[in-house]
């Protein structure tokens, strides 16, 4: 398997020489040539597959430059019962017959990132390891991608991660999530600032090439392609617990922003998995939504993004995005160019000419949005008709699905983080706390550890040469 830009430039890759990297020399995401293809007989030996046998046999697929055994000692490490506190690793839970919630939310930061933040830290080790190398990880986060990626690369020889953070600003369990790791390679940057401002200061240095290269800087953002691959592995999963023979077809309903999750449901149902619908959840942050419906992809300015109450999906473009394009346009790497041009001067293009319905159909999708009104009012009567709790992410994409619901096809709801995160829009709906998992019940009194920075790119770099 070999990986290729969606923009056409440059030779095809393998996957060891793209997993450090972000986007391809030309400006586009990588890739793989074609999908692989799983026939029926081997459908039916993945059945019977626990997680990480699965994982296994679907990651050689794409990373078959890794040799055998490396692989799957690295799979077995990642999705063990230590970490993901379930031998199922994303247990389904089924509300009533042809209803289901596959739980994704089990690892050591309570939401679905970990489940690809966990292999990409041995598959970085791996790596570096091989190559002789260091890598030093900066970042800017809100609270979810930094917490699933400092969980996923403490202890990892060779790694470092400055996570830059808006001080006092993310909720006190994210806070004490982050800053309780006392490993000596990760670095808690408060920055006095929003969450912009470090942004922006990711931005400053990542523009510095010199400094970039000299001191070894990466990142592990959603576009990145093994976190892709790794999330692939639960969409299998989840059919094989949702269903009983291979003759069926079921329905995935996926809270979506940086069309990460869904993309790889995407390339499962490539793969042939029998997936009848997957179902495009967006907040009122609805860029995709309106993408699937109208067939106009409209970028949105950082001043119109809604701050929700499910903040993991309140994006003003999706990164992952141009994969998916990519795929309807059979390919065409000129055409992508032009749309993408387009984007850079217009913030928009439209698809809507082109035979886009069954464009959109071929690939399974349908989309919808929710409110905050709506997640409140889902949260509820889930509570009452199932007393089982969800968070705002997982609502939005409940809410969504069930309008979609079709007799005889089991609807797979994706639960991307535990009710425990987002407690204050529980405690509205339900007018309690959730539970807390066992080993979180204190986390805010955990000693922490981090330190305060000025809102200045030049304060990190000199931060991180002294260190690095
Ligand atoms: C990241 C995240 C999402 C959105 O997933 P994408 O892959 O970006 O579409 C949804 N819910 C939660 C809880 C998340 O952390």
């Known amino acids: ?192 600032g929003v969450f912009d401002d470090c942004q922006d200061m990711v931005k400053a240095v990542s523009n510095d090439a010199a400094f970039k290269t000299k001191h070894r800087i990466g990142t592990v953002n959603s576009i990145n392609w093994a976190r892709v691959a790794a999330q692939v592995v639960y969409y299998f999963k989840g059919y094989f617990a949702a269903t009983k023979t291979n003759d069926e077809v079921v329905t995935f309903s996926v809270p979506s922003g940086n069309f990460g999750n869904i993309y790889a449901g995407h390339i499962a149902r490539s793969m042939g998995l029998p997936i009848k619908r997957l179902i495009l959840a967006t907040n009122e942050n609805n860029v995709l939504d309106e993408f699937m419906r109208t067939g106009r992809y409209r970028v949105r300015k950082s001043s119109e993004v809604h701050a929700t109450s499910s903040p993991s999906m309140d994006i003003s473009k999706a990164s992952n995005f141009e994969r998916y394009v990519s795929d309807i346009l059979g390919g065409n790497s000129t055409r992508l160019n032009a ?62 699905g069930l309008q979609y619901r079709e007799e005889g096809v089991p609807l797979i709801c994706l639960e991307t983080a535990q009710p425990a995160k987002f407690s204050e829009t529980i405690q509205e709906a339900l007018g309690r706390e959730p539970d807390r998992p066992a080993g979180y019940e204190n986390i805010e009194s955990l000693p922490q550890r981090f330190e305060v920075i000025d809102a200045d790119a030049a304060k990190v770099k000199a931060y991180i040469a002294v260190r690095t």
């Open 1 to 192: 398997m070999r990986y290729v830009s969606t923009r056409g430039g440059g030779n095809p890759r393998s996957f060891t020489s793209i997993l450090l990297e972000g986007l391809a020399p030309d400006g586009g995401l990588f890739v793989p040539e074609r999908y692989p293809v799983i026939l029926l007989p081997e459908l039916k030996a993945m059945r019977a597959m626990s997680y990480p046998q699965l994982a296994f046999a679907l990651l050689s697929k794409f990373a078959g430059d890794i040799p055998a055994a490396d692989l799957e000692a690295m799979v077995n490490r990642t999705y063990t019962k230590d970490i993901f506190r379930s031998e199922d690793i994303t247990p389904l839970r089924t509300l009533e017959p042809g209803l289901h919630i596959l739980g994704l939310s089990n690892g050591p930061t309570l939401a679905f990132k970990d489940l690809a933040m966990q292999l990409l830290g041995n598959l970085f080790e791996y790596v570096l390891a091989k190559e002789g190398r260091e890598l030093n990880i900066l970042g800017a986060t809100s609270g979810d991608t930094g917490s699933a990626a400092e969980y996923a690369m403490r202890g990892k020889k060779g790694i470092r991660v400055f996570m830059l953070s808006p001080h006092q600003r993310m909720s006190p369990f994210q806070t004490a999530q982050m800053f309780s790791l006392h490993d000596a390679n990760i670095f808690n940057l408060a920055v006095k």
């Open 339 to 400: 749309l993408w041009a387009q984007l850079g001067s217009d913030g928009s293009f439209d698809l809507s000419g082109d035979k886009f319905r069954d464009m959109i159909a071929a690939t399974g999708f349908s989309s919808g949005s929710s409110t905050h009104a709506d997640r409140i009012s889902t949260i509820r009567g889930l509570h009452e008709d199932y007393g089982v709790i969800v968070d705002t992410h997982t609502a939005d994409g409940i809410k969504v």
